[in-house]
């Protein structure tokens, strides 16, 4: 994904939103729901208008998704940046949490790569 910057990314609607950040529009609109993202000013006829800190934050959030993260911890590492920030043992048991996650997934891709590199696996036949 390309920097983001401010000059481009004023002034969005919620389709374009979706497109920059290859977020759902209902995914979108469930953040700002949940509060994992900020309710965003609405023209007069009532259309919401995002900036470049919401296409920052859902970027972060959608990379987080994928990389296994849940949304209660995310909410926890986006307030880090925030009023009232999250405290360092909470940022601590997120991440021992998650190394217990990404060593216990690395030893199962090693069997399974001695497994495939010794052609030693079940065969099934029809």
């Given at each position: 994904m390309r920097a983001i910057t401010s000059s481009r990314a004023q002034n969005l609607p919620i389709g374009e939103l979706s497109k920059r950040s290859g977020v759902n529009i209902e995914t979108i609109r469930y953040y700002e729901r949940i509060k994992m993202l900020p309710a965003p000013p609405r023209t007069t006829s009532g259309?919401?208008?995002?900036?470049?800190?919401?296409?920052?934050?859902?970027?972060?959030?959608?990379?987080?998704?994928?990389?296994?993260?849940?949304?209660?911890?995310?909410?926890?590492?986006l307030r880090l940046g925030a009023p009232g920030k999250a405290s360092c043992s909470e940022v601590k048991e997120i991440a021992a949490?998650?190394?217990?996650?990404?060593?216990?997934?690395?030893?199962?891709?090693?069997?399974?790569?001695?497994?495939?590199?010794?052609?030693?696996?079940?065969?099934?036949?029809?």
């Open positions: 259309r919401r208008i995002y900036g470049a800190p919401d296409l920052r934050i859902l970027a972060f959030i959608r990379r987080s998704r994928e990389l296994g993260f849940s949304l209660n911890e995310i909410r926890a590492l949490h998650h190394l217990h996650d990404i060593r216990a997934k690395i030893s199962d891709l090693a069997k399974l790569e001695r497994l495939l590199a010794n052609n030693d696996f079940p065969v099934y036949r029809q």
